[in-house]
């Protein structure tokens, strides 16, 4: 069975004139296995705007200082019931 490494080796290896068509086969072999991968590494990337993204930016921060945290969806449902 193929490592990762291996597989890198083999990317490296290819002449660039090769990586259309290698690309192209593995995304038909990713289709037709894992057809859930194949459409995630397919879709295209999001718009966002510069304030989503600064949200965004904000809640990893937020994240990664152990702030904010998770509630159990009983107390995520109450909370969503009472806005207007």
């Known amino acids: 069975m193929a490592t990762r490494e291996d597989l890198h ?3 490296d290896w290819l002449p660039e004139c090769a990586w259309q068509e290698a690309n192209e086969t593995m995304l038909a072999q990713l289709k037709k296995h894992d057809p859930v991968s194949y459409a995630l590494f397919t879709a295209p ?3 966002l705007t510069e304030d989503e993204i600064a949200v965004l930016e904000e809640a990893d921060e937020d994240r990664r200082k152990g ?3 998770s509630a159990p ?3 995520v449902k109450k ?3 009472k806005l207007p």
């Open 9 to 11: 080796a083999l990317v």
């Open 45 to 47: 990337e999001d718009d």
């Open 67 to 69: 702030r904010g945290g």
């Open 73 to 75: 969806l009983f107390q």
């Open 79 to 81: 909370r969503l019931s």
